[in-house]
């Protein structure tokens, strides 16, 4: 399993970024997969998940409005369209693959097995 994500970068406040998460080695059309970020001295924080098929998302109320988390289960590759951006945002991005097929995710980050390397996002002007 390898999951690389990219799209990060330094953004002024209001911009937008989309990132991106290359999945291999596993069948990505079955699992649900979610986005996680990490600022520097603070915790991981669950921002999106959505269903091995897409059709379910959920979003942290901090993101809400604001991030669409997609996926194009053809192409292997999960999305994170981040607009609006805010200095608070910054942080490294992470995706993350639910740890069994065909469930639907969850916002327990106990639960996600395999992760990125992640993918730094500073907002600042």
């Known amino acids: 399993v390898q999951l690389v994500e990219s799209g990060g970068g330094l953004v002024e406040p209001g911009g937008s970024l989309r990132l991106s998460c290359a999945a291999t080695g596993y069948p990505f059309r079955f699992y649900a997969m979610s986005w996680v970020r990490q600022a520097p001295g603070k915790d991981h924080e669950w921002i999106a998940h959505i269903s091995h098929a897409g059709t379910t998302t959920d979003y942290a109320n901090s993101v809400k409005g604001r991030f669409t988390i997609s996926r194009d289960n053809a192409k292997n590759t999960l999305f994170l369209q981040m607009n609006n951006l805010q200095p608070e945002d910054s942080a490294k991005y992470y995706c993350?693959?639910?740890?069994?097929?065909?469930?639907?995710?969850?916002?327990?980050?106990?639960?996600?097995?395999?992760w990125g390397q992640g993918t730094q996002v500073t907002v600042a002007s």
């Open positions: 993350a693959r639910f740890y069994t097929s065909m469930r639907p995710p969850s916002v327990n980050l106990d639960d996600y097995t395999e």
